[in-house]
């Protein structure tokens, strides 16, 4: 949600900036800009619009400098408008900010600012913060530094600033809390940004900047120092990061690349792990809490989106293999209910970014309440990564396409292997079973890449299908939260109207909207509801419904009932969501795109949300 940048140092800072914000564009596009400072003075670009149209407007003006922060927005207050678009300048206009969160009382704090005679050009939170910030410097007689301090005392919300002041050319001046902020270190240079994608390409050295930290960097030092100015030690990570894993790769959209990634993420995630042929799986993440997780009376799983729908496949696995109670929850809503944790609950919090402020909040609200907290994170060294007590990352490698796709089956290979683990060391799995699912999981990359091979005839579907005007998606057991999953992933990319259902469910309502015009995406895969699943194809059929099925390869009896079948290689059904996920993400890509949509940055999405 924003994508902040910010380069001092010898080379030219506008040419890092701009490919920086290119690379966190994933993260909000609806405006873009830039300031620098060029012979002392602060000049500020902005527009509405995607990167590309700020580099356009750009083009023949001199951007020489040194020193420069940019951003690219996702709207929260004031609509996406040249005005709106950070960065905003200070009363005195020498003070540029960039910002990436929200003050939650800024209104407030612009009231007190409005009686003291100070006007506002945008709608924006962030503006009034400069505001504040150059007014206690201005009536404390004190530096940026000490000003930002004390205004950060005042603020509620969460925040990732950076600043700078046309009289102090020499530095950028940032603080953090509850929004990300990682700063490269270089031979007298450094670098700032929202995640390490800007900053791969010039160092592997990096800090993760801690909430309520400000830094100080100049191009040859970084201070980090907490709200009571104390001075912190940073410290410094290698980045295991590859500049290949952010770009395409010679497909046409970042969304089509880490689709057809999956075999190799999925491979990676499992390899080191699981031992198909001695049945030995090591997650070294959460060894440590292995017996809290075995004697856990409740496992309740918070995320938000499409992590939610790998936590709900996760339900369904985890209580037939593990036979321990467990609850998924919307982050956003376990967080404001009061919640009621139970000694021992173990909670799973999942997170392709590990940014997503939902469940950062949850995550705080329930280790407040003493559970023990397992994250589930794709990105490493990210916020919920750092505030877990253990965990396992999903090694799906860079996801930047907004529509998530890799890390989801990432996530799946995860849970199916902590539930595996846990059912093992818990004697729920009888021994000959877990053999067999072991060495079922270890088949799942090949047989993913088996069903990519089924691009060509997915597409002939998808050019049938993309002027449907609304989709159903139906399954059963393990396969519903994959129709939720396929639902949300055409609604993302597509913005045609979805809805994921599980099929029995659909006589009790939606099937009053089933007529020749609709499609029902049924995923019905063999398993032990196959039976149950065809006969609600059957009720869809006998009312002219389209149906389209992802079905086992070999079942005459479902594609005898479809119009058009995608058929899958037989998997256990226990694994089986990780497999039917992949021809609904190939079908949403190809409606997108045969729809004209650009399906790496849907309207209206940021890949990664950080306000609540
Ligand atoms: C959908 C999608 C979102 C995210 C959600 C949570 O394609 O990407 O629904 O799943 O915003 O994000 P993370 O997993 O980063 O916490």
């Not at 902040?4 to 140092?9: H, L």
């Not at 609509?79 to 960065?87: F, I, L, Q, R």
């Not at 609850?327 to 590990?354: L, M, T, W």
């Amino acid at each position: 949600m924003c994508g902040i940048v910010g380069y001092i140092g010898n080379r030219e800072a506008y040419p890092v900036v701009l490919k920086g914000l290119k690379r966190l564009e994933y993260r909000g596009y609806d405006s873009a800009g830039l300031a620098l400072i060029r012979d002392h003075q602060l000049e500020v670009f902005k527009k509405q619009g995607k990167v590309a149209d700020l580099e356009e407007t750009l083009v023949g003006i001199n951007m020489h400098a040194h020193i420069a922060i940019g951003h690219t927005r996702w709207a929260t207050h004031g609509e996406p408008s040249d005005v709106n678009a950070h960065p905003h300048t200070s009363p005195s206009g020498k003070i540029a900010i960039i910002h990436n969160g929200i003050i939650e009382n800024y209104l407030p704090i612009k009231k007190e600012l409005i009686a003291k005679g100070y006007a506002f050009k945008s709608e924006t939170d962030t503006e009034v913060l400069l505001a504040f910030i150059e007014d206690i410097k201005s009536h404390n007689q004190c530096n940026l530094e000490e000003a930002l301090r004390i205004a950060l005392r005042r603020v509620v919300g969460a925040y990732c600033i950076l600043l700078i002041d046309q009289d102090d050319p020499e530095t950028i001046i940032a603080a953090r809390k509850g929004s990300p902020l990682v700063i490269g270190i270089g031979k007298d240079e450094h670098f700032l940004a929202s995640d390490a994608s800007p900053i791969i390409e010039y160092t592997k050295e990096v800090v993760y900047v801690n909430d309520y930290e400000i830094a100080i960097v100049k191009k040859d030092e970084l201070v980090l120092k907490n709200l009571g100015n104390e001075k912190q030690t940073p410290f410094i990570t290698q980045l295991d990061l590859d500049l290949a894993a952010i770009e395409k790769g010679g497909y046409s959209h970042f969304m089509l690349k880490e689709i057809f990634d999956q075999p190799q993420t999925i491979h990676d995630c499992l390899r080191g792990r699981l031992d198909a042929d001695t049945g030995q799986i090591t997650l070294s993440g959460i060894q440590e809490y292995l017996d809290e997780i075995i004697n856990a009376p409740r496992i309740i799983i918070i995320a938000c989106g499409t992590s939610w729908h790998a936590g709900l496949v996760a339900e369904y696995i985890i209580e037939e293999l593990c036979r321990i109670p467990v609850e998924v929850e919307y982050a956003s809503e376990f967080r404001y209910r009061n919640p009621i944790i139970y000694k021992g609950d173990v909670i799973i919090a999942i997170s392709q970014s590990g940014e997503t402020a939902d469940t950062i909040v949850a995550i705080e609200k329930a280790k407040g309440q003493g559970a023990i907290i397992l994250g589930i994170v794709n990105v490493v060294g990210s916020t919920i990564a750092r505030i877990s007590h253990a965990g396992a990352y999903t090694h799906a490698g860079p996801e930047i396409g907004v529509a998530s796709t890799k890390a989801f089956t990432g996530q799946l290979a995860v849970l199916m292997l902590m539930a595996l683990k846990i059912g093992h060391a818990k004697n729920t799995i009888d021994e000959e079973k877990y053999i067999l699912l072991c060495k079922e999981l270890a088949k799942v990359p090949d047989k993913a890449a088996e069903i990519l091979l089924q691009e060509n005839s997915i597409k002939a579907i998808a050019l049938k299908y993309k002027s449907a005007k609304d989709f159903l998606y139906l399954g059963r057991g393990y396969n519903f939260p994959i129709a939720l999953e396929g639902a949300l992933k055409l609604k993302e990319i597509s913005y045609i109207h979805a809805e994921g259902y599980p099929a029995a469910e659909m006589k009790h309502g939606p099937i009053a909207l089933v007529d020749e015009h609709l499609p029902i995406v049924f995923i019905a895969t063999n398993d032990t509801f196959h039976a149950k699943i065809v006969s609600n194809m059957q009720e869809i059929k006998a009312r002219k419904g389209k149906i389209i099925s992802i079905i086992t390869d070999g079942d005459e009896i479902a594609a005898e009932l479809s119009d058009d079948v995608i058929a899958m290689p037989w998997m256990d059904e226990i694994f089986a969501p990780i497999l039917n996920v992949i021809p609904l993400q190939l079908l949403a890509y190809f409606i997108g795109v045969e729809n004209g949509h650009d399906v790496d940055k849907p309207r209206n999405l940021a890949k990664s949300v950080t306000v609540e």
